[in-house]
């Protein structure tokens, strides 16, 4: 329900990378490894990692023939220069070491080959947005250092956590998503299923946080009973290794 959400990113970024047969793609934090699936009908080899099994369980579903191992982002349990694409969709800003995870997927990038970091877009006039802010009054105290769903929405901020581990940045993208949810149920289990609101479940009572999403999603129902609001996201194409200059690219082409 929520994974989908975010389907129009996923088809930009496989656009921009011009994924097609033989590309050896690795989505890092892949959950259910919807990404992972829409690259594999473009012809892709894939693989995914995920800390959850029981996500990686749907990933495997659907994509067969992957690789979609158990794990931290981390310690990527792969080999050095082992994918022409290293995509992270809303995942390395949520790693336990960010730069480690983000450090770990160059090292697995073929020198000729391209990190994709997606984020949050920046949260002024989005709509989505206002979901978190209906929820921060419920959530635990955030730890040390914790930057947030948002903490790379900024394009500066973006292109700095890219340069801090000697990627270098070729582009940034925003790619509009809507959410929309067919009736207020869909939209309470899939909004109660994200990273954000399992927190928040785990501080407070389940009725607060229904509530919370409640009056969130209220001023968006439309005549037929469907829920429709704005989102957005932003990525970031960065170049590893030692073909830093130049458009030229050697094997599998990736669009810029």
């Known amino acids: 329900m929520q994974e989908g959400q975010f389907a129009a990113v996923f088809h930009a970024v496989l656009a921009n990378a011009e994924v097609g047969p033989g590309t050896r793609h690795l989505d890092a934090g892949c959950g259910a490894g919807m990404a992972a699936a829409l690259s594999t009908?473009?012809?892709?080899?894939?693989?995914?990692?995920?800390?959850?099994?029981?996500?990686?369980?749907?990933?495997?579903?659907?994509?067969?023939?992957?690789?979609?191992?158990?794990?931290?982002?981390?310690?990527?349990?792969?080999?050095?220069?082992?994918?022409?694409?290293?995509?992270?969709?809303?995942?390395?800003?949520?790693?336990?070491?960010?730069?480690?995870?983000?450090?770990?997927?160059?090292?697995?990038?073929r020198p000729d080959g391209r990190v994709v970091i997606m984020t949050w877009g920046e949260t002024a006039g989005m709509e989505a947005a206002g979901r978190v802010a209906a929820l921060k009054p419920l959530m635990p105290p955030p730890p040390p250092g914790a930057g947030g769903p948002f903490a790379l929405s900024e394009e500066s901020n973006l292109r700095a956590f890219a340069t801090a581990d000697r990627l270098t940045p070729l582009e940034v993208a925003d790619v509009d998503s809507p959410w929309h949810y067919p009736d207020l149920d869909t939209a309470l289990r899939g909004m109660k299923s994200s990273g954000v609101a399992v927190k928040v479940a785990e501080h407070s009572v389940e009725a607060a946080l229904t509530a919370a999403s409640t009056q969130f999603l209220m001023p968006f129902q439309k005549s037929d009973g469907s829920f429709l609001f704005g989102a957005r996201a932003r990525y970031l194409v960065a170049a590893v290794g030692h073909l830093l200059h130049g458009p030229h690219l050697t094997g599998q082409s990736f669009g810029h």
């Open 41 to 109: 009908t473009l012809g892709a080899v894939v693989s995914g990692l995920d800390a959850s099994d029981a996500l990686l369980e749907i990933a495997r579903e659907r994509s067969p023939g992957g690789d979609f191992p158990q794990g931290d982002l981390e310690e990527l349990s792969f080999d050095d220069d082992s994918f022409d694409l290293v995509t992270g969709f809303n995942a390395f800003q949520f790693a336990g070491d960010p730069a480690r995870a983000l450090r770990e997927a160059g090292r697995m990038t």
